[in-house]
């Protein structure tokens, strides 16, 4: 009876549905990034390294210049300069691209361990920089209920699902997407017609670290306004995941975010509701419920979905 209570407690919540939105955002734009890249046939496990850096420099640059915008081009600036190492290593070198990005992964957790206590006095988290004031929609100010769920939230979150449809446009009703999907399809015909297949792949990939160095910025600037040692936590796992269940597509990598987004947020509400009086030894276990959801929903759909033909294999001309 006190579970029945509380999901009803939860469900007609409005902060329930706002924190879902919240917990989506990050995921929505590391997924459109994976799309991205994949769809021109690379593979980018990286996303999780470009989000925690992202996290980073955008907390260090907000620290620096007062600005949290200007610490968002920062983190966008850095994530290209780790999306072109796993483009040139991957496709200019032909690499193995699972190495590569795991590299990336290991760079991105090593350097911003490092750098914590040189340029912010200590180890672990840093103390509140500033973040990105919400946006108010007056329209929406009249309902109680719209008001405290979708009335006021960052303006980083209209963008994250403005983009999902600037992304499907560019990928589905445009010259550069057709070659985009020619190239993740079939990289030796798409040549002989003249396409470049290498400059093509560079900008999948380059866009993958635009969006993936954006939904690490939501995390720290976007949402709490500090930055906290791998504060990511797997969400670049959980964004391949919903690009892999969205079938490549970005508006359905965008609804498996959004499902991904509610198992956050139902996980969190659950174990603070005060009619379940959760234990603190148990609260882990509502931590892990989206990666169990992730393992279910993924495992759930092997099989129905189909990658580009060429992902992840290297193409020499």
Same mark, same amino acid.
């Given at each position: 009876?006190?579970?029945?209570?509380?999901?009803?407690?939860?469900?007609?919540?409005?902060?329930?549905?706002?924190?879902?939105?919240?917990?989506?955002?990050?995921?929505?734009?590391?997924?459109?990034?994976?799309?991205?890249?994949?769809?021109?046939?690379?593979?980018?496990?990286?996303?999780?390294?470009?989000?925690?850096?992202?996290?980073?420099?955008?907390?260090?640059?907000?620290? =620096?210049?007062? %600005?949290?915008?200007?610490?968002?081009? /920062?983190? @966008? +600036?850095?994530?290209?300069? $780790? *999306?072109? &190492?796993?483009?040139?290593?991957?496709?200019?070198?032909?690499?193995?691209?699972?190495?590569?990005?795991?590299?990336?992964?290991?760079?991105?957790?090593?350097?911003?361990?490092?750098?914590?206590?040189?340029?912010?006095?200590?180890?672990?988290?840093?103390?509140?920089?500033?973040?990105?004031?919400?946006?108010?929609?007056?329209?929406?100010?009249?309902?109680?209920?719209?008001?405290?769920?979708?009335?006021?939230?960052?303006?980083?979150?209209?963008?994250?699902?403005?983009?999902?449809?600037?992304?499907?446009?560019?990928?589905?009703?445009?010259?550069?997407?057709?070659?985009?999907?020619?190239?993740?399809?079939?990289?030796?015909?798409?040549?002989? =017609?003249?396409? %470049?297949?290498?400059?093509?792949?560079? /900008?999948? @990939? +380059?866009?993958?670290?635009? $969006? *993936?160095? &954006?939904?690490?910025?939501?995390?720290?600037?976007?949402?709490?306004?500090?930055?906290?040692?791998?504060?990511?936590?797997?969400?670049?796992?959980?964004?391949?995941?919903?690009?892999?269940?969205?079938?490549?597509?970005?508006?359905?990598?965008?609804?498996?975010?959004?499902?991904?987004?509610?198992?956050?947020?139902?996980?969190?509400?659950?174990?603070?509701?005060?009619?379940?009086?959760?234990?603190?030894?148990?609260?882990?276990?509502?931590?892990?419920?989206?990666?169990?959801?992730?393992?279910?929903?993924?495992?759930?759909?092997?099989?129905?979905?189909?990658?580009?033909?060429?992902?992840?294999?290297?193409?020499?001309?």
């Amino acid at each position: 009876m006190r579970l029945f209570l509380a999901l009803i407690d939860i469900f007609t919540n409005p902060a329930f549905y706002k924190l879902t939105l919240t917990a989506a955002t990050p995921l929505v734009f590391a997924s459109l990034g994976g799309v991205f890249s994949e769809i021109t046939g690379v593979v980018n496990i990286a996303l999780e390294g470009i989000m925690l850096m992202g996290a980073f420099v955008s907390v260090v640059f907000t620290w =620096l210049t007062g %600005n949290a915008w200007i610490g968002v081009l /920062f983190a @966008v +600036l850095v994530g290209l300069g $780790m *999306a072109w &190492l796993h483009a040139w290593a991957s496709i200019t070198w032909r690499g193995n691209q699972i190495v590569s990005g795991t590299a990336l992964i290991l760079l991105a957790q090593g350097v911003t361990g490092f750098l914590m206590e040189p340029i912010f006095g200590r180890p672990g988290q840093t103390d509140i920089v500033g973040k990105i004031p919400e946006v108010r929609i007056p329209l929406l100010m009249k309902n109680r209920f719209l008001a405290q769920s979708i009335g006021e939230l960052s303006p980083m979150i209209y963008i994250a699902f403005a983009s999902v449809f600037v992304a499907w446009f560019i990928i589905y009703r445009t010259k550069l997407g057709l070659r985009m999907r020619a190239v993740g399809e079939n990289p030796e015909a798409a040549d002989t =017609l003249g396409v %470049n297949v290498y400059a093509v792949r560079y /900008f999948g @990939v +380059l866009m993958s670290g635009v $969006m *993936a160095s &954006l939904g690490g910025a939501f995390l720290s600037v976007g949402e709490v306004g500090n930055f906290r040692e791998l504060m990511t936590g797997g969400r670049g796992f959980i964004a391949l995941a919903a690009m892999i269940l969205g079938n490549w597509n970005p508006v359905g990598a965008m609804w498996a975010s959004l499902l991904f987004g509610f198992s956050e947020a139902f996980a969190n509400q659950l174990q603070s509701s005060p009619l379940l009086r959760v234990a603190s030894t148990t609260k882990p276990l509502f931590n892990m419920f989206p990666f169990i959801v992730t393992l279910i929903v993924i495992a759930g759909f092997i099989g129905k979905t189909r990658p580009p033909a060429a992902d992840g294999v290297p193409y020499e001309k």
